[in-house]
């Protein structure tokens, strides 16, 4: 039961980690753009 759980927990932390990093290499997309443009 507390295996269970504790999985559970690791796999949502693991999707919430992935989207910051999706957002971060969005943003540093996004940054990188704003440099080569200048």
Known sequence: MKIEI???RLSQI???FRRF???????S????AMV???
Not at 21 to 27: D, G, R, T, V
Not at 29 to 32: C, I, L, V
């Open 6 to 8: 504790s999985v559970l």
């Open 14 to 16: 693991i999707r919430s």
């Open 21 to 27: 990093l999706a957002i971060l290499a969005e943003f």
């Open 29 to 32: 997309n996004s940054f990188g």
């Open 36 to 38: 080569l443009q200048r």
